[in-house]
């Protein structure tokens, strides 16, 4: 339905008028503006959870021809296909840059990890979790960055298979050592934290035993 009512405006568009006034196609986008709205087209195909040849079916195409006079019609699943592994790529990258910015803040990331089937392609994806403090010349927030997107193959829905593959992408985003650098440290934090507690209630019980026996000692 969406799509007459689409055809019915860019005929009536192109019927009304005359000379000037009549609708002309725009020239063809440049490679620059080209690239840009591809990657649109790209944030949309995954933001929407559309398939990744929803940009080249024919109510997209007239929907972006109207849109940019024509200048622009759409782009292929390829096209699509290859911005998405872009921005996997873009993640990482500021996945990685977002770890050494807690590391050298003495923090560490926590991670989830899961796998599931989407459009008949079984995919492995890895979010880090941690705090941006002000320090960072930023708001205190709670941030998640993509740490890991790898495709796999139906027999890869094993336990095994999933740390193998969460641990080498961890390493492309700076996470060489995981039980170092996630789980070992995340423990040895919270055992000092519990040590601390314990001196700390000592100290009182302490502080607590003298002021009973100078209180002895004045009686």
């Known amino acids: 339905m969406e799509l007459g009512i689409l055809e019915a405006g860019l005929q009536e568009r192109n019927q009304r008028g005359s000379g000037k006034d009549k609708a002309e196609k725009a020239p063809p986008l440049s490679?620059?503006?080209q690239a840009v709205v591809n990657r649109l087209a790209g944030e949309w195909v995954v933001d929407e959870d559309q398939f990744e040849n929803a940009a080249e079916k024919p109510g997209f195409k007239k929907l972006a021809a109207a849109i940019s006079s024509g200048a622009w019609e759409g782009?292929?699943?390829?096209?699509?296909s290859q911005e998405i592994s872009v921005m996997a790529v873009e993640g990482?990258?500021?996945?990685g840059d977002f770890h050494a910015?807690?590391?050298k803040d003495g923090r560490k990331p926590s991670m989830s990890v899961d796998l599931w089937s989407k459009h008949?392609?079984?995919l492995?994806?890895?979010l880090s979790h941690g705090i941006r403090r002000p320090g960072n010349k930023q708001p205190w927030k709670m941030l998640r960055k993509l740490s890991a997107c790898k495709t796999c193959r139906h027999d890869h829905h094993t336990g095994a298979f999933v740390q193998d593959l969460s641990w080498k992408e961890w390493g492309l985003s700076g996470i060489d050592?995981?039980?170092r650098d996630i789980f070992k440290a995340k423990t040895d934090a919270g055992q000092l934290g519990s040590l601390l507690l314990l001196l700390r209630l000592l100290l009182i019980l302490i502080l607590i035993l003298i002021l009973i026996l100078?209180?002895?000692v004045v009686t």
């Open 124 to 126: 492995l994806g890895g």
């Open 120 to 122: 008949h392609q079984a």
């Open 177 to 179: 050592d995981p039980v």
């Open 92 to 95: 990482q990258e500021d996945a």
């Open 101 to 103: 910015e807690l590391r």
């Open 214 to 216: 100078i209180l002895q």
């Open 75 to 80: 782009c292929c699943t390829e096209t699509i």
């Open 31 to 33: 490679g620059f503006a």
